[in-house]
């Protein structure tokens, strides 16, 4: 069998980033591989005749702070040129968005598509409209669509259902369930936000049921949704709605932490009616404890090997630590997620204020979280480029949709990496030195082999072998 292995001599990109340094997403000076010889302690073997998953992309969300950011305290000259470094080849190619259907917690206010007078029920859905998103998220969204034709994938999540759906009338955790009368329209609902996403050139691939569906905040719009209650709203409403109304967007259950709680919930989903019409399962890292691993993610594919798992969302801040440790993190996630079979890995938002804002009252009070950038709002063009930008850019920068995940070895807590096959043939090599030391790694690709020495905290990204140059 022949994997297209090309002679001696092949050339490999190598990127580096260096928390703490100028040295962030920089590449270096091209490594070669040869005839594989010496013995290193670090081997990284790279065997692409076994695949695993394929990958829908790697990104994070253009929430409502984020474009307000961006339309608002950008010229037009710069905000061209952050999008490009965000969505374009030259910049870190960002190709799947995970966007809000409504408000999150980092809105100005909290609304969704569907909101009535006193709250009266609106049975037709005669008052629902996008228009919310008309001043600066759909500009910002289609101008990101349009950076990098094709590229862009969009995922969607409620935060809430609107209030009327309610038990409570009300958005915030404390405002109740979805009313069971309300299951129905709560399904067309979904069908007409796709429809009109569609209509606008901006096409959903996939909706998840509910964001953190196991936790009530008080403090920004969430509803708990037990498992029963997505089985039921999948199985007997959103599932034949889209199959009635020719919807192919893929319905994802869960899209809350990878624990104990997390595989339970996600495994009943499946097991119970549930499984003809969802695609799979949402995950998120907001868990501590032994049982808040990655491994969650494999536990419930070899439970139903024909359903995916995505990363749905990370987030990152200070309460991390410093850049260096926030830096770890970030990678530890964009490796650790696709070695347990998930399609995707989606950081938070792409971009908040010096105060983390906009948000709404009472989130975030420590001012903590980070996006890929920071807008300044209290002045013009003022972009910092933080960590999250980088780490995601050691794989969306090199990674394409439809690449699949292939096998190599990876040392835990040490020195980890997560190998891929692109489409056009090339791999690439995503590699984390978790400690203090540098660390000489050997890359063996079939016969062949390349040293490289990793400073110490670094990430390195490696690429070579397109078959179309």
């Known amino acids: 069998m022949s994997f297209n292995i090309k002679s001696s001599g092949e050339s490999v990109e190598v990127w580096l980033s260096v928390p703490g340094t100028s040295t962030m997403l920089v590449r270096q000076a091209d490594n070669y591989f040869a005839a594989d010889s010496d013995i290193n302690d670090y081997t990284i073997i ?13 990104g994070g969300s253009l929430t409502d702070a984020s474009c307000w950011l961006l339309k608002n305290k950008l010229t037009d000259q710069k905000r061209a040129e952050v999008m490009q470094d965000l969505f374009g080849p030259l910049g870190i190619n960002i190709s799947l968005l995970r966007q809000p259907i409504g408000a999150s917690d980092f809105s100005w206010e909290a609304w969704t598509f569907d909101d009535t007078t006193n709250n009266t029920d609106d049975w037709s859905l005669s008052n629902f409209s996008l228009w919310r998103e008309d001043a600066y998220i759909r500009p910002m969204l289609d101008m990101a669509y349009k950076v990098n034709p094709g590229r862009t994938k969009i995922f969607a999540t409620p935060w809430s259902p609107p209030a009327w759906m309610r038990s409570n009338k009300g958005l915030y955790g404390n405002g109740g369930y979805l009313r069971p009368e309300c299951y129905s329209v709560y399904a067309d609902y979904f069908v007409k936000y796709v429809k009109e996403c569609e ?152 971009a908040l204020d010096q105060n983390a804002a906009p948000k709404l009252a009472g989130v975030d009070t420590s001012n903590s979280n980070r996006g890929f950038l920071t807008i300044r709002s209290d002045s013009i063009d003022n972009v910092t480029k933080n960590t999250s930008y980088y780490s995601m850019g050691h794989t969306s920068k ?50 062949q082999s390349f040293t490289y020495s990793v400073p110490e905290k670094a990430a390195v990204t490696f690429k070579w072998g397109a078959l179309n140059k």
């Open 46 to 58: 790279v065997n692409e005749g076994t695949q695993y998953q394929q990958i829908d992309g790697f």
């Open 398 to 447: 090199f990674v394409d949709p439809g690449a699949y995940t292939i096998e190599s070895n990876s040392f835990t807590e040490d020195i980890e990496d997560v190998a891929y096959k692109n489409p056009d043939g090339s791999k690439v090599v995503v590699l984390s030195n978790r400690t203090s030391i540098r660390k000489s790694v050997k890359i063996k690709w079939g016969s």
């Open 199 to 350: 209509a606008k050139g901006t096409p959903v691939d996939a909706v998840t049921i509910q964001n953190e569906p196991q936790y009530a905040p008080d403090t920004y719009p969430g509803m708990k949704m037990s498992i029963q209650d997505q089985i039921g709203f999948i199985k007997d409403y959103i599932g034949p709605k889209f199959q009635q109304n020719g919807i192919t967007t893929k319905i994802i259950c869960f899209d809350h932490n990878f624990d104990d709680g997390g595989v339970d919930f996600a495994a009943n989903v499946l097991a119970f009616g549930a499984y003809n019409y969802c695609a799979g399962s949402g995950w998120h890292p907001y868990c501590t404890g032994i049982s808040c691993v990655h491994q969650k993610m494999t536990e419930v594919h070899n439970r139903y090997p024909a359903k995916d798992v995505w990363l749905t969302e990370a987030g990152s801040g200070t309460w991390l630590g410093d850049d260096s440790a926030q830096f770890a993190d970030q990678m530890y996630h964009t490796i650790r997620s696709p070695r347990n079979w998930s399609k995707s890995v989606v950081f938070w938002n792409i």
